[in-house]
C-alpha cells in the first residue's frame, strides 16, 4: 500500500492540545488522523455530529433520550440498580452537555 501526505491547517493551540492528547493516548498526530480517515472510510460518515443549528442539536438530544427510554422499557423485567441509573443519567447528561 503506497502513502501520501496531506497538510493541514489548524489553530497553533488547538494543535498543541491535540498533540498532547495524542501523546497521553499513546498514539502519533499522524496515526490519530489516520484513525479519523478510515473511520470515515469504513462507517461511510463522519463518527460524531456535525450540528448547524440549535434545532437540529434539540432534535439529537430528543433522539438520544428517546434512546434511552426504550432501552429502558425493553429491559422492563431487569431489575435496575442505582449505579446503573447513575451511569445511564451520567451518559445522557454529557450527550446533552
Known amino acids: ?5 496531506i497538510s493541514v491547517r ?6 498543541e492540545q491535540f498533540d498532547k492528547l495524542c501523546k497521553e493516548f499513546g498514539i502519533s498526530t499522524n496515526a490519530a488522523f489516520n ?5 470515515v472510510v469504513r462507517e461511510k ?3 460524531f455530529a456535525i450540528v448547524a443549528d440549535d434545532r437540529q442539536l434539540r432534535s439529537l438530544r430528543a ?3 428517546l434512546k434511552d427510554v426504550q432501552k429502558l422499557s425493553s429491559q422492563e ?3 435496575w440498580t442505582d449505579d446503573e441509573i447513575d451511569d ?10
Request: charged share 25%; net charge neutral; hydrophobic share 45%.
Open 77 to 79: 423485567s431487569h431489575e
Open 10 to 15: 489548524l489553530d497553533s493551540d488547538i494543535k
Open 35 to 39: 484513525i479519523f480517515a478510515r473511520a
Open 45 to 47: 460518515a463522519i463518527p
Open 63 to 65: 433522539q438520544s433520550a
Open 88 to 97: 445511564l443519567i451520567a451518559a445522557h447528561r454529557q450527550r446533552i452537555e
Open 1 to 5: 500500500m503506497s502513502t501520501t501526505a
